[in-house]
């Protein structure tokens, strides 16, 4: 009951799903269309599921924790950003379009632009020719950066060549093999899943 | 030495304050001189290629995936490729993948290039149609676009004459910074539709035995790629398109010769260590 | 002057679109210097309108269209299709069981039916994918020019040494241990280049911010002053060193 009827669905969706590849018609037609306003309601469902996931965990960080007055602003803020939706609508040039482009946006793009300062620190702390493998690993990224920069192409007309020669060759027959490793244990994974081998999805 | 142990233990900050004058001095007003040309990348042409291709009326689907945190790198490209279908008076279809937050973003973008006179005659519905977000997973949405085209949005329109499946619209531009078009890139071989895609420059080596196998048939790779979309559309139609990625090529340029430099000083520093340590 | 009005007179004037994205910036670049209270009000408002705009935004363009509207429309006049409406937010609803302890084994309804479909569409794929993978790799060595046939080669060769290297079914002894040790330097090769790549797009994600910055002169030359001033004042006068543990994470 706790597993099997699960493994159960499964199976009979997996089936469903894998003869669709060899078999055409109306049948099909209609599962894809069964599917595909499914997951629409099932993807509301986990919207759902966010709020609510959100809410308890701010109830609790404003009832217990020692940083109340953050929860507080950040739950206040969501408060505001609702009512002036409901309020003015959602549309642009309305006050909610505005926050969003004026507070968001700089807020959400400046939190990741921050890395680039730190990539700069990690890349003159760690970054160094320990070894044949690191120094292979130095040299490439340099091309590569150089051939990517427009001064490399200023100087030489030949570092981008260079460059693009590692990016497709090289760097690719790496890439491959992981992509290659990644379908195939992909496809062992989906494997056990069909015939209900694999459990890790499922709890107890 | 001294002056390399007081190298080696420099401040972080001191590092972020170079970082940061290397990116802002050359975007100064009276810096221009920095400025070098780019050259087009075949994966970037490739996309331009395929659009100069294409006649008037065809379509075309982009699936704008991305949010505000890549919007540096992608939103340039966005903004050369859509003017470049208005340009070739091409169909546009946006759709809003895993974007919610992109979304505002886009419709903003898309809202601020018509309104440029050479594109006012232009009218949603007809030329071009927002199609908002659905909360579905690409790979099932791929399924009900094959089958049809316009019931998988739920959308109405004059811009649908013609196009009923995936079959009739001609090329489909994914741009994103995440894994979301992973299935677009599977499936790809089973409906042989025309995909391509515009990424950051972080996942961009990742695409590219896609790009060689034909499973992409271009590739923009981050705020270079863009920068060179928009010489190849400003230089095939005589237009003033150079927007924020030729603007920031040339702090590009020197924050990565201040990288190179805070890269050579660390290795400096580390081999005399190791030569003082051997002795 | 009624209420809507002020609104809007609050959020939609030149003053607030000028100064707040460059303040926003500003904020959360101070962590650069150190943890600091106009970064952690910058970090909740951040939070704060993020999810509240999700929310709102989710209502309008998902939960309304693809949930309110076909429950409603089924009260009105019900056809026999909606069952699937039904079956699906059944289905779904077993979701919330994976907040309960004792009862977390009914959402494996919906986990097993959602896993058992993708095994089932992918499959077949993922099989495609590697042949094609493979396929790719079987072309005329003779490409053409010496610079495309190199590519080859290294392609061809380095794809095989790097999947030799993931080979761990033989110890990594004679001719299989050198392959593999070439295999890692591919690998090295495309680490490498993927760090290159990644400089370049982390630095690119600055670019946008400074050039609001350099766009923003005078907004930006005088709030870095205040936030300056703001710094020393809390670091002189109110910043004590706290014990680590204080410093939660949300």
């Known amino acids: 009951m706790k597993k099997e009827i699960p493994i159960l669905f499964g199976l009979i969706a997996a089936i469903l799903w894998y003869s669709e590849f060899f078999f055409a018609g109306m049948f099909f037609d209609n599962l894809k269309v069964f599917f595909a306003s499914g997951l629409k309601i099932a993807g509301v469902v986990g919207i759902m599921i966010g709020v609510y996931s959100v809410a308890r965990q701010n109830y609790f960080k404003i009832k217990y924790n020692n940083e109340r007055y953050y929860a507080i602003l950040r739950v206040s803020m969501i408060f505001l950003m609702i009512f002036l939706g409901s309020q003015r609508g959602m549309a642009s040039g309305t006050p909610f379009s505005s926050m969003f482009f004026n507070v968001y946006i700089p807020f959400q793009a400046t939190t990741f632009a921050l890395l680039a300062f730190y990539i700069a620190s990690a890349a003159y702390r760690s970054f160094k020719a320990k070894s044949l493998e690191s120094a292979v690993l130095l040299t490439a990224s340099i091309l590569v950066m150089m051939g990517k920069i427009p001064l490399g192409e200023a100087m030489w007309d030949k570092i981008p060549v260079i460059g693009e020669w590692i990016m497709d060759a090289p760097s690719s027959a790496g890439r491959r093999a992981i992509i290659f490793g990644g379908y195939l244990g992909m496809i062992t994974m989906m494997i056990r899943i069909f015939f209900g081998l694999e459990r890790s999805h499922l709890s107890d | 030495m001294n002056v390399l142990e007081k190298l080696k233990n420099l401040d972080r900050r001191i590092i972020y304050l170079l970082v940061f004058l290397s990116i802002i001095i050359p975007l100064i007003p009276g810096f221009d001189f920095l400025k070098f040309p780019v050259s087009a990348s075949k994966e970037t042409k490739a996309i331009f290629d395929i659009i100069e291709g294409l006649d008037e009326g065809d379509a075309v689907h982009i699936d704008f995936a991305f949010t505000p945190t890549q919007k540096a790198e992608l939103l340039p490209f966005f903004e050369a490729f859509y003017k470049h279908c208005m340009l070739k008076k091409v169909k546009v279809f946006i759709y809003y993948g895993a974007s919610v937050n992109g979304m505002p973003l886009g419709k903003e973008t898309v809202k601020r290039i018509m309104q440029r006179p050479e594109f006012s005659h232009m009218e949603e519905g007809v030329d071009y149609l927002n199609m908002e977000y659905i909360p579905i997973q690409p790979d099932i949405q791929i399924f009900g676009m094959v089958s049809d085209y316009k019931g998988t949005f739920k959308k109405q329109g004059k811009i649908f004459d013609g196009v009923e499946t995936l079959d009739d619209i001609d090329l489909i531009l994914g741009i994103s910074g995440s894994k979301w078009h992973q299935p677009l890139i599977d499936m790809q071989i089973r409906f042989h539709y025309k995909f391509a895609m515009a990424v950051t420059a972080v996942t961009g080596p990742d695409y590219i035995p896609y790009f060689q196998t034909g499973q992409l048939c271009g590739l923009s790779n981050g705020l270079r790629g863009a920068a060179e979309y928009e010489m190849l559309v400003s230089k095939k139609y005589d237009v003033d398109y150079y927007g924020t990625a030729t603007k920031g090529l040339s702090s590009l340029t020197f924050s990565h010769l201040m990288i190179f430099g805070l890269i050579f000083l660390g290795n400096i520093i580390y081999f005399y260590e190791r030569k003082k340590g051997g002795k | ?250």
């Open chain 3, 1 to 250: 002057m009624d209420f809507n009005t002020i609104l809007d007179n609050i959020f939609l004037n030149n003053f607030f679109s000028n100064w707040m994205p460059v303040i926003a910036t500003l904020m959360i670049m101070s962590f650069l210097y150190k943890d600091n209270p106009l970064f952690k009000i910058g970090e909740n408002v951040f939070i704060g309108i993020s999810l509240g705009y999700f929310w709102t935004i989710l209502w309008d363009i998902s939960v309304k269209p693809f949930l309110i509207m076909p429950v409603m429309d089924m009260f009105v006049e019900f056809h026999w299709t909606d069952l699937t409406t039904i079956f699906w937010f059944l289905l779904a609803s077993t979701m919330l069981f994976r907040f309960s302890r004792k009862k977390a084994w009914i959402a494996n309804y919906y986990f097993g039916f959602i896993f058992g479909y993708m095994a089932g569409m992918y499959i077949p794929i993922q099989i495609q994918n590697i042949l094609l993978q493979s396929t790719n790799l079987m072309k005329d060595i003779n490409q053409g020019s010496f610079y495309e046939t190199s590519k080859w080669i290294v392609l061809i060769f380095g794809t095989f040494s790097a999947l030799m290297y993931f080979f761990f079914s033989k110890p990594h002894k004679g001719i299989l241990g050198k392959t593999a040790r070439v295999g890692i330097i591919v690998m090295m090769i495309f680490f490498g280049a993927a760090f290159g790549s990644t400089v370049m797009g982390r630095v690119s994600l600055f670019i946008d911010r400074a050039i609001l910055l350099v766009d923003h002169p005078f907004e930006s030359l005088v709030s870095t002053l205040g936030i300056i001033a703001f710094m020393i004042i809390y670091f002189k006068f109110i910043y004590k060193e706290k014990e680590y543990d204080d410093e939660s994470v949300m």
